[in-house]
Nanobody, 124 residues
């Protein structure tokens, strides 16, 4: 069992930056692929970024590539999402997720555990 708690969301002006954190419980954190997803009001939850258990592989949605960076610190049981050059269309609730195994990086059905989310708002 893995419990995930996100933090770091908030309101930021367009062009600004935020860093989200996701703290995980459990001694097996380092064996999980970790991902970030987001969901805007009235829209489906969509994939943002993912990182392999070792941190050696990362994958991004086209909409955030070059602006967002996912990283992890297995010693701290924490995964991060650095978000730069934020845009109004990035406004959403951001969720951290953990997967024991992945078939497709962005397939949310592969993810076994989810956090409660943290809100990011970028006014237009």
């Amino acid at each position: 069992q893995v419990q995930l708690v996100e933090s770091g969301g908030g309101l930021v002006q367009a062009g600004g930056s935020l860093r989200l954190s996701c703290a995980a419980s459990g001694r097996t954190f380092s064996s999980y692929t970790m991902g970030w997803f987001r969901q805007a009001p009235g829209k489906e939850r969509e994939f943002v970024a993912a990182i392999s258990w070792s941190g050696g592989y990362t994958y991004y949605a086209d909409s955030v590539k070059g602006r967002f960076t996912i990283s992890r610190d297995n010693a701290k049981n924490t995964v991060y999402l650095q978000m730069n050059n934020l845009k109004p269309e990035d406004t959403a609730n951001y969720y951290c997720a953990a997967a024991k195994s992945i078939t497709v990086w962005g397939n949310r059905r592969d993810y076994d555990y989810w956090g409660q989310g943290t809100q990011v708002t970028v006014p237009s």
